[in-house]
């Protein structure tokens, strides 16, 4: 029995073919780009289609099980206008695209940054789907309806115009304790119930392939299709993450802590934080996000001054990360240089599109290997500072498990694991959105009986955990210091940006 998931991310496609235990049998990887100009960021849709397709082709054609079904996580906020056929006016407008500052300073002074906040789960931002569709009616660009990645291809299969819960969160507007549309919020954006895609539960059954999509797939007419979510907590669920307690860390382009809680956690402190809190893909359960830039200053860093480096790795034959990293491992920590991960703004605990990445504490002798070691430390007391934040609202966290791309980067679990206190689980899978997919389509399929079992046949931890290191934390006392000091001292630059 096979069971396809599926993450739509903002740079690629994946996809997973998982058996009933949890063992990967194929996969298959497409990258792709969004085009930046300015604060404007889109995606041809044909890029993200084609990338799909042929990312869930090669995945089945390696996999010699069939494919009973499958299930589409991604990431949220992107969304893109469609005509009455469904066909694309434009692009996918990308949730780091930051046109509609003006909209949502606008729908804050109307509506309430707090009252918004309460309803929908997540402060105010212009990165959210009904802010920039608010803009774009405002410059006369009209659609019959607007549908995230997901709802997309899934409407590109013939199989409707459904959302699940967690990803109907991501478009601002959703009410998320009574799982429905906000009429309070679509009167003000001047959006209609009816250009917005259904919400159902993660893990429903949606449809069927049909032969035409099939031969397009490379998958068995019939293939159950059922309803997945927001990337995050189809992470979770794939890591395990469905009660209290333990809490997912997905190190990746967005460093993301992600709690489990039985209502949502929007109190007064929790918006003073800007937490993220909404509808889990686990039925009555929510979940709270506490995230911020976290890879993506470090790719940015390794192109713009690491080409010499690529090729010494190229040569060795390894990536260009490993090899920074035994670079790195040479130099004396702490490294004394402050790095703030913010690239394309600050995200919790402080929230400000503004922000920018700033370095603190270069001299002459700092090589670009401390800096790239720095960076992480960065990252590191970023997350340090949203654990402090998200246990103030949710409670004492017991563990992280990880996963991600920054998973697999030993130094920087540690750094991790010493600056928050906080054991580290290294889960068997690094695919854990896919995993999490694969369990919402076995559940909806019959295959599990609900994500208890889903998670008790499939998710599977390392033996052992990275513990905190009481004497590296000493070590970094100072720095983790400054660095808290270091996002208000810049209040005045980011004012004149």
């Known amino acids: 029995m096979a069971l396809m998931g599926i993450d739509l991310g903002s740079s690629g496609c994946k996809a997973v073919v998982f058996d009933e235990s949890g063992a990967v049998l194929s996969s298959a990887q497409t990258l792709y780009s969004a085009k930046y100009e300015g604060c404007f960021v889109e995606m041809d849709p044909e890029t993200a289609f084609t990338a799909f ?26 969304y893109i206008p469609v005509d009455a056929s469904g066909g694309a006016i434009g692009n996918f407008i990308m949730n780091t695209d930051n046109r509609a500052t003006d909209q949502s300073d606008r729908l804050e002074a109307a509506l309430g940054a707090e009252n918004i906040y309460y309803r929908c789960g997540a402060p105010i931002h212009p990165m959210f789907a009904l802010v920039k569709i608010m803009w774009q009616k405002e410059h006369s660009i009209r659609a019959v309806r607007y549908l995230s990645f997901t709802d997309y291809i899934v409407y590109r299969l013939g199989l409707g115009t459904v959302t699940d819960y967690s990803l109907a969160s991501r478009f601002m507007g959703f009410d998320v304790a009574d799982k429905h549309w906000s009429q309070w919020f679509l009167d003000a954006v001047g959006v209609s119930e009816t250009e917005l895609p259904v919400p159902v539960q993660a893990g429903t059954p949606i449809g069927s392939i049909s032969g035409q999509s099939a031969a397009l797939l490379g998958l068995p007419a019939g293939t159950i299709v059922c309803a997945g979510g927001h990337d995050q907590p189809c992470g979770a669920l794939g890591a395990g993450i469905t009660a209290s307690g333990n809490a997912g860390l997905s190190a990746g382009s967005y460093e993301c802590i992600t709690v489990v809680s039985d209502v949502p956690l929007c109190t007064k402190k929790a918006f003073d934080y800007k937490l993220n809190s909404y509808c889990h893909v686990v039925p009555e359960k929510y979940v709270t996000l506490a995230f911020s830039p976290g890879a993506l200053v470090v790719q940015w860093f390794v192109e713009q001054f690491c080409t010499s480096d690529a090729q010494e790795a190229l040569k060795a034959g390894i990536s260009v990360y490993e090899y920074l990293n035994d670079k790195a491992s040479t130099v004396p920590h702490p490294t004394g240089v402050c790095v703030t991960p913010h690239l394309i703004g600050a995200c919790n605990p402080n929230w400000d599109v503004r922000a920018t990445t700033v370095m603190a504490g270069l001299t002459p002798s700092v090589s670009r290997y401390g800096v790239y070691k720095a960076i992480f430390e960065g990252i590191a007391c970023e997350l340090a500072l949203n654990t402090r934040a998200l246990e103030e609202i949710a409670g004492k966290i017991n563990g992280f498990r990880i996963s991600g791309g920054g998973a697999r980067y030993r130094f920087s679990v540690e750094l991790r694991a010493a600056l928050t206190g906080i054991p580290i689980s290294q889960l068997i899978t690094s695919e854990v959105v896919c995993q999490g997919a694969a369990m919402l389509a076995g559940i909806g399929a019959g295959v599990f009986r609900d994500c208890a079992q889903a998670v008790e046949n499939m998710v599977r931890t390392a033996a052992s955990e990275t513990l905190p290191d009481a004497g590296l934390a000493k070590q970094y006392r100072v720095q983790t210091e400054r660095y808290a000091t270091l996002f208000d001292g810049l209040s005045a630059y980011r004012s004149i940006r």
Request: charged residues 15%; hydrophobic residues 40%.
């Open 53 to 78: 397709v042929n990312t869930v082709k090669e995945a089945a054609g390696g996999c010699d099980q069939t494919v009973q079904a499958l299930a589409i996580a991604a990431h949220g906020e992107s």
